[in-house]
C-alpha cells in the first residue's frame, strides 16, 4: 500500500489549525475547513477577493440538475441523463476597499495569517494582517458558523482594524453566479431585492428553488448603498475607520431550498423573511451550536489516549460526519464527498449502507431510519431502472441524488448489484438491532420483496438447474469488470433471498392481516416464493473446503498473477496510469471482496476459514478503494495481526487531514470517514453486530495508553472504556439482552461493568 | 434467422430498376442507386427540390474530419477523438424553375417515374413526367455517371421536355453546404469563381482539401447568370423552351480532393482547372464506362442460370463492390458502407482482411496488394495505439480511415484483437497465393514482427506458465464482451506467431542479409523470437478430444442456455430492444466464432470435427452480423446440409437489394456484399485456399440449372462452369501448380478441364 502522509496542520485534539498560508495546500485546507451541517454546505474558501486556486463550492443537499451534456446512447439500458449535486449561491463574499483600493488577497503581503475550525463549537475563523503601502497594516478576521439547530441559517463574522485612519468600503453579496466545475452555470433568477429585505431567488432547470436571504448589522454607522447584478444583490457599507478602532460586520443568511417544484414563489418568499426576522445572532447561534456540540461529544466522541494524531484525526472524522449527516430530513442521504466538493457530483453509493449506516444503527437509530426511509422513498425510481434493465421489481442505483440511476458508466450502473444488496443488508442490520415491526411492516417488507424480484430476474440458473448465480456482475472489486459467480454477489444475493423469506415468513405469524395486505399490494404469489427459496438454496458459492478458500469468481484463479509489490509508486492510481482493459487481466483486486462478505456476514467464518483467505487475497490487494484499508485493518485485528492492524488503521483515520491520497482538494472522503470510525469500534472495539447476541472484544494498540467509544444498543447507552489491562463498559441502564464479551454471553448491568483485557 | 425480405425493385439481369415512385422505399432506394468509382461516391438522391425523406451524400475517399463532440474519457486507452468520412458538395444539385414556378418533386403531381442503374456502364437514369396546371407535362431525364477511368471526372446530364411552349429556368449548384449526419457542417471555403472557370475550394479542419469545379454545355442558346453564397456557386440558364423540343444540359465535374493537406492552393487549382478542360464528354465517358464494364464482367461475372434474383443479386453485388473498392489508391481502404452512407463513419473493420480481401486476391492481386500496404502505411498508427494500451508492437484498429484508432466503445477498441490477426491472416493469405517475395521483405515482415510484439505484450502465461493465452477479450461473437481465452483470438494468435516464426525463417535462409536488416531495423532479438515460440507452443486452446468441440471461451459452457428459438421476432435487432448487458448473460452468440476460425483454417479440421461444431454451434448463433449467414453457409454446404447452406444463401446475395435487416437507407452492406461472392465461390465452388494446395468442389443447388465464376491463380484466369451434372474449369494456360479437385491433387491444362460433379 504506497500511501504516504503530507501532514501540514497543526495536531491538536479539538480542532485542526493552519499557522501560516501555503498557496499549494489552499484548496486542500479549503476541503478540510468545510462547515456543513446537513441541509446545506460551504468550503472553507476566502471571503474577500482572491486569485489563488480555488474551488468556490456552496451546496444544498438534494439541490441538482441534469448534466448538460446529454450523452446518447446507442444501447438499451445505459443511462443517458445524468444529475449531480449543483454549486449554488455564494453567501459569504466579500469584496474590501481601502483607501480606493480593492483588497486581493493575492496581491498584497500579509502577516499572521491563521485558519481554525472548532469541533467544540462548528465555528470556521480566519485572521491575518494586510501589510498595505506606507507601513498601513490591516487586520482582518473572518469568522463563519452553521446553525445546528435550525439548518437554514448561516453566519459570518467580520472584523477589520487597522493602525491608520482608513476610507474603508465593504459589499456584502449573495451571488448565484457560481460556475459549476469552473464551467457552467445553471441558476436562473426568478426574483430579487438589493434594499431590505435583501435576497435572491434562483431556480434550477429541474425547477427546484433556492431562496438566498440575507441581513447585515454593523457596530458604526456607514454610508449603505444598494447594487444588483444579473443573479445578484450587494450591500455596500462605507465608513471612515480610525485607527485601532474595531468595526465588525455581522451577516445572518437564511438559505431556504425547495426541493419540490412549486408555483407559489410568494410562499417561499413570506417563509424566508419570517425564517430571517426570527434568525438569533451570531452569538446566540455560537453558543446553542456549542451546546449542541457539548452533547454530541458526550453521547459519540473516541478519546484516545497516548496518540495526539489519532485524536485528532478520530474527532475530526466524527465532527465531519455530523455535518454531513445526522439524519435531519428523510429524504437526505450521503454524497462520497459530503457537501465539501463536486467530485463524485454529490452522489449516494452503496457506501451508505455498507460503511456509514452501522454509525447511525449504533449512535442515532433515528437518522439509521431516515436512511432507509430515503431508499423506501426511492423505490419507484429503482422499480423504473430494473424495467429498463429488463428486469423485474427494484434495482437501486450505484450512484444517485434523486434515486435515478445517474452513473453513465454502463459497466458498474448495469453490473453492480452491491446497492440492492447492501439495502438488504442494512434492513436486516436495523431490524437485528431495533426489533422495528413497523417499520418492517410498512416499508422494509416491500423494499426486500422487490429487491428479491430483482435479484431473481437478473440472476440465473446454470444449464443443468443445479446452481443459480449472477452473471456478467462487477463485484466490489471493480478490477474484476464482468465476470460469472462473484461470491461477494451470489452471497449477499443467498442472504438477500433468506432474510426476505424469513421476514414474510415472520409477518406471516406475527401480522397476518399486514401480510395478506403486503401479498395482495405486491401481488405475491406462493409461486414467486417458491423460486426464491429454490435460488437461495442452489445458490453457487465457490467454496473449497480443502483450502478452506473462496474462489472471488469462476475462473479467478486461472487469471495471471501479478505481484502488486513489483508495480512502481509512479504508477499510481492505477486508473490514471495504466490502460483501462489492462486493469482487468490479472489477479491484482482494488478493495475487500471476499474479506467485505466475510466482514459483514463475520459470524458465518470461523477464524481458521478468515485467516486462509486474508491470507490470500490480502496480499492481492492494492487498496485503491480508501475504504480498503480499514476492513483489511478490521479483520487482522481479529486475526491477531496487530502490527498489520494498525498500519491500516494509521491511514483512515488520518486520510484527508494528512491528504494521503493527493485528492482531498476535491472535497472530503466522507463514507470513509465513517469507515474510520468502523475501525476503531469493529476493529479496536472488536465489535460484532451481524449477528445475536452481539459481541465485543477490546484489544488496544502498543502506541495508545487508553480509549473510549459509545454506542447504543436496545436503547441503553453504553460507555466503553479501555486501557491496557481491562475494559469497563459504562451504562445508563440494565441491558436486557446479553452481549459477549470475549466469546462469553453476558448480562451488562446498570453503571461499570469491567473485564480484564 | 428471423428475417424477412422486402422486395421492391424489378428482377433484371444486369441491372436494378424502380418502376413508380414509393415514398417509403425513398431513402432504400437512394442507397441502392448509389454510384461511385473508389475514388468518390454519390447516392442516388433527388437532383431537383423535394421534400422527400433523404440522405444527401456524397464523399470522397479519405476525406475526414474528427467528432465536434469531444469525449473526455476519465480512463487511460480509450479513445476520446474519433473521425469520420465527412459529407462534402452537392455537385448534381438543380433547381428548376417553369414559368416562375420552382418545381419541387414532393409539391407537385407526377407520372411514369422510373430509376434504373446499369452494371454495364454504371449510368444512373432516373425519368419521370411531372404534371402541372392547365395541362402542362413536362418530361424530365436525369442521368449520371462516375468515371472508372478518371475517378476525379462526374457526369450528370439532365433533358427537360414540355407540351407546351415553357419559361425555363435551371440552376445548376456546387454547394458545399452539405450537412453530416443532417446536422453538423464542416467546410471552409477557401476559395470560389462562379463565373468561369466554375469551381468552389472547401477545406476541412483537418486541413484536407477539395476542390469542386465545373463546367455545363447545352444545345441551346440561354441566357446565363452567376450567383454567389457561402460555400456555393451557382449558373442559371433560362430560356424560353418550344412545345416538344428537347433541351440537354451536360454537366462536367471534376473533384479533385487533397489528402495530405498542402499550403499551395494554386497548384491545386491549375491541377483542377487541367483536367477539367481534358475532361471528355458524357458520350465518351459512357462510352468508356460501357469498355471497362465489359472487360470487368468478362474477368469478374458469376452467372447463375435458373433463378433471375439470384443473378441479379450477385451481379449487383459485383458491380457495387467494384464501385467501392479496386485498388486505385493504396491509401484507400473498404468501408462498412462503402461510399454509400455516413453510417459506421466511413470506417474499415477488420471485415477488410477476413472477408474483402479474398475476392481481390483471387482476381485481382494489385488491389489485395494495396490493401495490405494501407496497413502499412498505418503500422505508425497502430504502433501509437499499442503504446496507448501499454502493449508493444502494433496495434491495429478495430474501426478506422486514418490509421488511428476511431471507436470510442473500449470494449470493442481495447478487447478486440481480431483487427491485428487477420492482417496477419491476410499476409499469410497473399503470400501462399503470390509468393510476392518483395512484399514480404520490404512491408510484410515488419508488420507481422509488430503485430507478434503487441500479441505477446497483450497476451499473458497462466500462473504455473504451462499455456499462453489472451485474457479479458472479445472474439467475433460480440455477444461475449470480456472473457479470457477465447478460442477464435487464441487460435488466431497462434497462427499468428508460427506464420510470424516461419517468415522469419524463410528470410533467414533466403535473403540473410534482408534478414540482419530487418532484426537491426526492428531490435528484433533472438530472445524475442524464443519468446514468440514458448507462447505459440504452449497457447492454450479449448479443445475436448471427447465432444471433438472447442469450447468459445473459457466458462462458455457454464452459461445459462437460452434457446434462441424463444426470442420473439419483435425483439430483434437485439441491441435496441435488449439491455446491454442481458445480451452478455447466456450461451447465445451473434456470429461465428468457433465456427469462423473453423473457416478460416479449414484444412485443419476434419469434416468430422467441423460438424461436431457446427452442430453445437449453429443453434446457439442469431445473426446478428450481416457477415454470419455466408459463412454459416459456405460450412453447412461443406457438411452436406444442403437446404440450410441455401438458406443462409438467399439472405445474403440479396441482403440489400431486398432490404432483409431493414437498414439499407442507412447506406449499402458493402462487406456483406464480399461475403455473397464467398458465399457462391467458397461455398457453392467449394474452393479452399488457407492451404495448399488449393482446393475446389463444387455443387450446384437444386434450384439452379448452371452457373459459373472466375478466379485468378498463379497469375492464370480460370473460369469455372458448374451444371447439373458436371463442372468445367476453363484455363487461358496450363497451371503449373496442383489444385486439389475432389479430394485428389490435378494439375489443370489450358483449356477445357471437365469433372463429373
Redesign the interface.
Known amino acids: 500500500m504506497p500511501k504516504i502522509k503530507n501532514q501540514y496542520l497543526k495536531v491538536d485534539p479539538w480542532k485542526i489549525e493552519e499557522v501560516g498560508y501555503k498557496k499549494e495546500e489552499s484548496m486542500v485546507s479549503e476541503s478540510l475547513f468545510s462547515l456543513a451541517n446537513e441541509y446545506m454546505g460551504i468550503r472553507g474558501f476566502f471571503e474577500e477577493d482572491s486569485d489563488e486556486k480555488s474551488l468556490l463550492g456552496v451546496y444544498f443537499n438534494g439541490l441538482y440538475t441534469y448534466s448538460p451534456k446529454q450523452i446518447e446512447s446507442?444501447?438499451?439500458?445505459?443511462t443517458d441523463k445524468v444529475h449531480f449535486m449543483v454549486n449554488s449561491v455564494n453567501w459569504v463574499r466579500v469584496q474590501i476597499e481601502i483607501n480606493n483600493q480593492i483588497i486581493n488577497f493575492s496581491e498584497i503581503n500579509h502577516k499572521n495569517f491563521s485558519r481554525s475550525l472548532d469541533f467544540k463549537s462548528g465555528e470556521l475563523l480566519r485572521s491575518y494582517t494586510a501589510i498595505l503601502n506606507d507601513g498601513l497594516e490591516v487586520e482582518f478576521s473572518f469568522k463563519r458558523l452553521l446553525s445546528m439547530n435550525t439548518p437554514e441559517y448561516g453566519y459570518q463574522y467580520l472584523t477589520i482594524k487597522a493602525n491608520k485612519d482608513i476610507d474603508l468600503a465593504v459589499k456584502f453579496s449573495l451571488d448565484f453566479n457560481t460556475l459549476h466545475w469552473g464551467k457552467y452555470h445553471f441558476w436562473e433568477e426568478k426574483q430579487k431585492s438589493a434594499t431590505s429585505p435583501t435576497y435572491v431567488l434562483g431556480e434550477l432547470p429541474t425547477k427546484q428553488r433556492l431562496l438566498a436571504l440575507m441581513h447585515i448589522e454593523t457596530n458604526k454607522d456607514c454610508e449603505i448603498s444598494y447594487e444588483e447584478s444579473d443573479l445578484a444583490v450587494e450591500r455596500k457599507y462605507k465608513l471612515r475607520l480610525k485607527k485601532a478602532e474595531s468595526i465588525n460586520f455581522e451577516r445572518k443568511f437564511t438559505g431556504l431550498k425547495e426541493k419540490q417544484a412549486s408555483e407559489k414563489s410568494h410562499d417561499l418568499l413570506e417563509k424566508g423573511l419570517k425564517l430571517l426576522s426570527n434568525q438569533p445572532s451570531y452569538q446566540e447561534a455560537y453558543a446553542m451550536n456549542i451546546k449542541y456540540y457539548q452533547e454530541f461529544w458526550n453521547n459519540f466522541d473516541i478519546s484516545i489516549k497516548g496518540n495526539e494524531e489519532h485524536q485528532q484525526g478520530i474527532r475530526f472524522c466524527l465532527f465531519q460526519l455530523q455535518q454531513t449527516f445526522h439524519g435531519v430530513d428523510e429524504t437526505n442521504n450521503i454524497g462520497a464527498k459530503g457537501l465539501t466538493g463536486e467530485a463524485y457530483s454529490g452522489h449516494t453509493f452503496w457506501d451508505t449502507e455498507t460503511f456509514c449506516f452501522p454509525f447511525y444503527l449504533l449512535n442515532l437509530s433515528s437518522a439509521a431510519k431516515n436512511l432507509l426511509m430515503y431508499r423506501y422513498h426511492t423505490l419507484p425510481q429503482a422499480k423504473e431502472r430494473a424495467k429498463?434493465?429488463?428486469c423485474l421489481g427494484a434495482c437501486y442505483p450505484i450512484a444517485t441524488l434523486n434515486g435515478e440511476e445517474s452513473c453513465d458508466l454502463?459497466q458498474h450502473a448495469?453490473?453492480q448489484l452491491q446497492p440492492s444488496t447492501a439495502i438488504v443488508y442494512a434492513i436486516r442490520h436495523y431490524m437485528m438491532i431495533t426489533n422495528d415491526d413497523d417499520f418492517l411492516n410498512d416499508y422494509g417488507m416491500e423494499m426486500l420483496i422487490e429487491i428479491s424480484r430483482y435479484l431473481y430476474s437478473r440472476g440465473?440458473?446454470?444449464?443443468t438447474r443445479t446452481h443459480f448465480g449472477f452473471?456478467?456482475v462487477m463485484g466490489p472489486d471493480e478490477f474484476q469488470?464482468?465476470v460469472?459467480h462473484n461470491t461477494y454477489t451470489n452471497y449477499l444475493g443467498k442472504e438477500s433471498f433468506k432474510f426476505t423469506l424469513e421476514m414474510l415468513a415472520y409477518i406471516k405469524e406475527n401480522y397476518a392481516d399486514k401480510y395478506c395486505q403486503i401479498l395482495s399490494k405486491l401481488n405475491l404469489t406462493e409461486e414467486e416464493i417458491n423460486i426464491w427459496q429454490e435460488a437461495e438454496a442452489k445458490m453457487f458459492l465457490l467454496y473449497d473446503e480443502k483450502t478452506q478458500l473462496y474462489e472471488q469468481h469462476?475462473?479467478y484463479?486461472?487469471?495471471?498473477?501479478l505481484d502488486i509489490n513489483s508495480i512502481p509508486a509512479t504508477d499510481f492510481p492505477l486508473?490514471?496510469?495504466?490502460?483501462?482493459?489492462?486493469i482487468?487481466?490479472?489477479?491484482m483486486i482494488k478493495q475487500p471482496d471476499v474479506l467485505m462478505f466475510m466482514f459483514l456476514f463475520n459470524s458465518d467464518f470461523s477464524n481458521e476459514v478468515l485467516q486462509k483467505n486474508y491470507d490470500f487475497y490480502e496480499p492481492r490487494c492494492i487498496h485503491e478503494s480508501s475504504l480498503s484499508p480499514s476492513i483489511h485493518s478490521i479483520l487482522a485485528l481479529q486475526l491477531d495481526k496487530n502490527e498489520e492492524g494498525y498500519k491500516f488503521f494509521e491511514f483512515a483515520t488520518r486520510l484527508d487531514l494528512d491528504n494521503y491520497n493527493r485528492n482531498t482538494l476535491e472535497g472530503l472522503h466522507l463514507t470513509s470517514i465513517y469507515a474510520a470510525w468502523m475501525n476503531i469500534v469493529y476493529g479496536y472495539g472488536g465489535l460484532r453486530t451481524d449477528a445475536l447476541p452481539i459481541r465485543l472484544n477490546p484489544t488496544i494498540p502498543e502506541a495508545w495508553d487508553a480509549y473510549s467509544f459509545h454506542f447504543t444498543y436496545k436503547s441503553i447507552k453504553i460507555k466503553v472504556e479501555v486501557d491496557k489491562k481491562s475494559f469497563t463498559l459504562i451504562l445508563a441502564e440494565d441491558l436486557a439482552e446479553p452481549i459477549e464479551i470475549k466469546t462469553k454471553p453476558v448480562y451488562l448491568k446498570k453503571g461499570k461493568n469491567t473485564f480484564a483485557i
Open positions: 446507442a444501447y438499451k439500458g445505459i429498463e434493465l429488463d454502463w448495469s453490473l440465473d440458473f446454470n444449464q452473471y456478467g469488470m464482468m460469472n469462476l475462473g484463479y486461472e487469471l495471471p498473477h486508473y490514471h496510469n495504466w490502460t483501462y482493459d489492462r482487468y487481466r490479472n489477479d
